[in-house]
């Protein structure tokens, strides 16, 4: 054998990551594991959320006001930056639109959504991609991604699966884009019209 192959490092296995259960998730976060801190729980991996800006912040809490007032008198509750637990998944959506009232999610977090929002600028591939394929798999009908970078909205809709391609074999078939002055109605409520413009300023 020569000297070359005997000072060849031998191959090692690369390192395993430790998952984790919604359970023991949810227990960290009642001791206060995180403090601060804004994780969601994706794959089973403890994800930190990227620190939101002045826009994204001003954007989100803009989003759901112009929400409520919208759908004020109707059978629909607007979740800010609150969780849904999807299966083993907690992400935590910028806006989630759920059936019902706050009163009736006191015991446990939404499983799903009648439309869910994400306010995107540094985050924006990953809301296309891991955060779609999510929403895709709880066959939540209806995506929308306010980009911020390119100043329009992306209505994703269909879910469907399986998706081998996508990170959670489910992804929406229907994608259009919403310009500033255009309108949009979510599928829920097909009487209600919102405008792109009051989203994105």
């Given at each position: 054998m020569s000297q070359a192959a005997?000072?060849?490092?031998?191959?090692?296995?690369?390192?395993?990551?430790?998952?984790?259960?919604?359970?023991?998730?949810?227990?960290?976060?009642?001791?206060?594991?995180?403090?601060?801190?804004?994780?969601e729980l994706i794959g089973g991996e403890i994800v930190h959320m990227a620190p939101t800006g002045p826009e994204h912040s001003i954007s989100t809490d803009r989003i759901a006001?112009?929400?409520?007032?919208?759908?004020?008198?109707?059978?629909?509750?607007?979740?800010?930056?609150?969780?849904?637990?999807?299966?083993?998944?907690?992400?935590?959506?910028?806006?989630?639109?759920?059936?019902?009232?706050?009163e009736d999610y006191r015991q446990a977090h939404p499983s799903s959504a009648l439309l869910v929002i994400e306010v995107a600028d540094t985050s924006l591939e990953y809301d296309r991609t891991v955060k779609a394929s999510l929403y895709a798999s709880a066959g939540i009908p209806e995506y929308w991604v306010v980009n911020l970078v390119e100043r329009r909205l992306e209505v994703y809709r269909e879910p469907t699966s399986p998706a081998p391609e996508a990170p959670f074999n489910a992804l929406y078939r229907s994608l259009r884009i919403y310009h500033l002055e255009e309108t949009v109605s979510p599928l829920?409520?097909?009487e209600v019209s919102v405008k792109v413009g009051e989203l994105i300023r």
């Open positions: 005997l000072l060849k490092p031998a191959k090692q296995p690369a390192p395993a990551r430790r998952r984790f259960t919604l359970k023991e998730y949810h227990w960290l976060v009642q001791q206060g594991f995180f403090r601060e801190d804004r994780v006001r112009y929400l409520v007032m919208l759908l004020s008198g109707k059978p629909y509750y607007v979740r800010i930056q609150n969780p849904l637990t999807i299966g083993e998944h907690e992400p935590v959506p910028d806006v989630a639109v759920v059936p019902g009232s706050p829920f409520a097909p």
